[in-house]
């Protein structure tokens, strides 16, 4: 073997990078669940001894803990006095649960993932799937909190404003239904927004359809809006003015067969809003640290949960605009766009 030195390094350095960040997540979602973010970002310049008293913990693990967070840049040191403490921007990312910058979600998403990799692998033997339901509680939760920041700061002040007319109709006084729905985030943010219209959130998953109730009565919206548990190929009513799915069209079985059960709810004039990753056309478009944690996760999750289902279709996280665009066409949409776009998603709008 002809083994090229720098190359070697390079690749061995990558995987220490890659084996820090594994075990920093499990780290992260300690620090978020116990408040220890919370307390440095309130309590500010701290020894380990204030951060365990403040939070009820024992030092000796918070100090181990805050020497792998020092070390990975998230809580900064001072080794002349012995404390740590938060940057302002550290503090955004970390500590506030309503910026859109936060991060403990992502953490979460990412550890619970890594739980059921002992039955993805041998889903690769089988070519069986393991559903979305089948996966550790704290993915949904994770999955909440790591979307609900984009929701939060683009789906009414952008999102919704690049459709054509549909704004206008919300504020008027429009049907919606949100399929695929989750915990309830982005049915509850639309609804705040525009307190004319009512909304309908559907998922497969009674447990999450659960906790959308709760969100929804928690926020005094439960005369506007409701949940139901259905999949996206048979939800009930007709007569919908903007349907919305929000990172979930691929995750389904046969997106296509729920395309054209969207084509039948909508009004003719109606638009279907499709949120999804970001993602280019091509593999090669892809190959990057955002394209990395969206091809991991597809790995992990979203495409067996596709393959759990009938219809199998499996477009993965990095379907692109292409396929999407395919899925619409096929489903009965005559006209299909891209609407806006962030770093993270891609929105687009289909109309029959």
């Known amino acids: 073997m002809a083994i090229d030195q720098t190359r070697l390094d390079d690749l061995l350095g990558r995987a220490v990078a890659d084996i820090g960040a594994t ?14 973010y919370r307390a440095l970002a309130d309590g500010g310049p701290q020894t380990p001894g204030d951060v365990a008293r403040r939070t009820g913990t024992t030092e000796r693990y918070v100090r181990e803990w805050l020497a792998s967070q020092a070390a990975g840049g998230y809580v900064t040191y001072d080794p002349g006095e012995g404390t740590f403490s938060l940057s302002e921007e550290q503090a955004f990312a970390l500590a506030e649960e309503g910026s859109p910058a936060f991060l403990p979600g992502a953490f979460q998403v990412a550890t619970a993932a890594v739980k059921n990799e002992p039955r993805v692998a041998e889903a690769f033997a089988t070519g069986g799937g393991v559903g979305w339901h089948e996966h550790d509680h704290s993915l949904y939760v994770g999955t909440e909190r790591f979307f609900r920041p984009s929701y939060e700061a683009n789906l009414v002040d952008s999102w919704i404003p ?126 990057n640290p955002v394209g990395r944690i969206f091809y991991s996760v597809s790995t992990l999750v979203c495409v067996p949960a596709s393959l759990a289902q009938d219809g199998r279709a499996a477009l993965g996280a990095q379907a692109g605009e292409a396929l999407v665009r395919a899925v619409a066409s096929e489903g009965g949409f005559s006209r299909f766009r891209r609407a806006a776009e962030t770093p993270f998603n891609l929105v687009f709008e289909a109309r029959p």
């Open 23 to 36: 075990m920093h997540a499990a780290c992260v979602v300690i620090g978020d669940r116990l408040g220890l």
């Open 162 to 287: 690049a459709l054509e007319g549909v704004e206008e109709r919300l504020r008027r006084g429009a049907r919606v239904a949100d399929v695929g729905c989750g915990h309830g985030a982005s049915t509850t943010i639309m609804a705040t927004a525009y307190p004319e219209s009512t909304f309908v959130g559907f998922d497969y998953h009674p447990a999450s359809i659960e906790r959308a109730r709760e969100a929804a009565r928690e926020a005094g919206l439960s005369d506007r809006v409701s949940f139901e548990a259905a999949s996206a190929t048979v939800f009930g009513g007709t007569g919908y003015d903007l349907v919305c799915s929000f990172d979930c069209l691929h995750d389904m079985g046969d997106p296509v067969a729920a395309a054209r059960h969207v084509r039948r709810a909508l009004e003719p004039d109606g638009t279907w809003m499709i949120v999804e990753p970001f993602a280019g056309d091509r593999l090669e478009d892809n190959l």
